[in-house]
């Protein structure tokens, strides 16, 4: 089956960065869009970036200059740079992908990592 296993998340001073990871593994036959959610305590969760297999981002307005999605499609991965963090980045961050495997075309979600800004 597949999985979508988050890596990268922590502790970081406002002002500073992290670099998120998601992998993806299982019986693959294509990848479709992948993206980055958030969801902080008591809030919803909301959509962060994305990436098309063409290479095409959207971003939330909270993040547009500061956050930069990217992914390697040979190895199945996405990554998120965060970059100049502030409190309110503080989330648990999910990995979401548009996965077609030998169970069909579905999408995928991770199971988070936690990412905490100090002020």
């Known amino acids: 089956q597949v999985q979508l296993v988050e890596s990268g998340g922590g502790l970081v001073q406002a002002g500073g960065f992290l670099r998120l990871s998601c992998a993806a593994s299982?019986?693959?036959?294509?990848?479709?869009?992948m993206a980055w959610y958030r969801q902080a305590p008591g809030k919803q969760r909301e959509p962060v970036a994305s990436?098309?297999?063409?290479?095409?981002?959207i971003y939330a307005d909270s993040v547009k200059g500061r956050f930069t999605i990217s992914r390697v499609n040979a190895e199945n991965m996405v990554y998120l740079q965060m970059n100049s963090m502030n409190p309110e980045d503080t989330a648990v961050y999910y990995c979401?992908?548009?996965?077609?495997?030998?169970?069909?075309?579905?999408?995928?979600w991770g199971l988070g990592t936690q990412v905490t800004v100090s002020s």
């Open positions: 979401n992908a548009d996965i077609r495997g030998n169970l069909g075309r579905r999408w995928y």
């Open positions: 299982g019986t693959i036959f294509s990848i479709n869009t």
């Open positions: 990436i098309t297999s063409d290479g095409i981002t």
